[in-house]
């Protein structure tokens, strides 16, 4: 059975750092696309980033220059670094894979982790 785990969700200060991470199980997910989308309360849930398995990488106009995604394919893991996280940052946080980027670009990714949510303070 697959499953995406995400951790280290929170409490963080606007400007300061927070670490999200995602563990897959089930499968090797060395060949997926991963990514990460988050939903605000009231809002849609929105693409945040991407790690394509060739190692190219995609952001959100929102998040670029804040936020890494990074995959590390042994341990089946990706993550997620956010720095200078404003409040407007404040959402549940999920983790996404599908064998096909295109799914994960378009925001429709068979497999989805639970979520972790991510409160900004200001």
């Known amino acids: 059975q697959v499953q995406l785990v995400e951790s280290g969700g929170g409490l963080v200060q606007a400007g300061g750092s927070l670490r999200l991470s995602c563990a897959a199980s089930g499968r090797t997910f060395s060949g997926y696309a991963m990514g990460w989308f988050r939903q605000a309360p009231g809002k849609e849930r929105e693409f945040v980033a991407a790690?394509?398995?060739?190692?190219?990488?995609y952001y959100a106009d929102s998040v670029k220059g804040r936020f890494t995604i990074s995959r590390d394919s042994a341990k089946n893991t990706v993550t997620l670094q956010m720095n200078s996280p404003k409040p407007e940052d404040t959402a549940v946080y999920y983790c996404?894979?599908?064998?096909?980027?295109?799914?994960?670009?378009?925001?429709?990714?068979?497999?989805w982790g639970q979520g972790t949510q991510v409160t900004v303070t200001s």
């Open positions: 790690s394509w398995s060739g190692g190219s990488r």
């Open positions: 996404a894979a599908d064998a096909k980027p295109t799914a994960v670009a378009n925001g429709n990714p068979r497999y």
